[in-house]
């Protein structure tokens, strides 16, 4: 692997982790409810499904996707209904934002949603097409992934982080339920460019 193609992944992960997606409006809204430290095992729950759903598409999972629309068709719709799940959480959490703990928040579930997410399979398939050399063998595609990981990470703390910054704007009841219910809305709305792929 050049340095050049590995300059590419590693922009191509901090780019992608930055941008908006169900993984990002998750972060945000545990950040503004709980803080961004409570955040990490979220983060690194994020990154072990990426690491699971990234090494399925190298080992040709992305070609089943292709050659049967239907499994595609039915990963969109479970992974909107699980989204639609973690947003009723969310307007939830509102009630009980001095819990210790939020039942959505946690490492399992952030793996989960990444074999759910539209966003993660589409991400990992055209990095897993355009960006990792074809017919170089494991060590490129282990260092690729690799690559893409640690730079995505930062990009995922960057979200909980300004959700955290938030949460002194959303020092009363009426504002952190106005603010997760915007959140709630956004996460749904967030899986309607995938639905439509």
Do not use: E, H
């Not at 982790?17 to 998750?26: A, I, K, Q, Y």
């Not at 990792?132 to 893409?148: Q, S």
């Not at 959700?163 to 339920?177: E, F, H, I, W, Y």
């Not at 709630?184 to 995938?194: E, G, N, R």
């Amino acid at each position: 692997m050049t340095w050049n193609i590995a300059l590419a992944i590693g922009i191509f992960g901090f780019v992608t982790s930055v941008t908006p997606g169900p993984n990002n409006t998750m972060l945000l809204s545990l950040g503004a409810n709980f803080g961004a430290r409570r955040c990490l095992p979220y983060i690194n729950g994020i990154l072990v499904g990426l690491t699971i759903t990234l090494t399925a598409l190298s080992l040709g999972f992305g070609a089943v996707l292709a050659a049967f629309p239907q499994v595609y068709f039915a990963l969109k719709v479970v992974g909107f209904s699980y989204i639609v799940f973690l947003a009723f959480k969310i307007v939830r959490s509102s009630k009980s934002v001095d819990a210790k703990d939020a039942s959505y928040v946690g490492f399992g579930r952030a793996i989960a949603l990444q074999f759910v997410n539209p966003k993660a399979w589409i991400v990992g398939a055209t990095l897993t097409s355009t960006l990792i050399p074809v017919g170089g063998g494991w060590t490129p595609t282990v260092i690729a992934i690799a690559i893409f990981l640690v730079t995505t990470w930062p990009g995922a703390f960057i979200w909980a982080s300004i959700g955290q910054s938030l949460a002194v704007l959303l020092n009363n009841t009426r504002r952190r339920t106005i603010f997760n219910w915007v959140s709630a809305i956004l996460l749904v709305a967030s899986m309607i460019p995938a639905l439509l792929v």
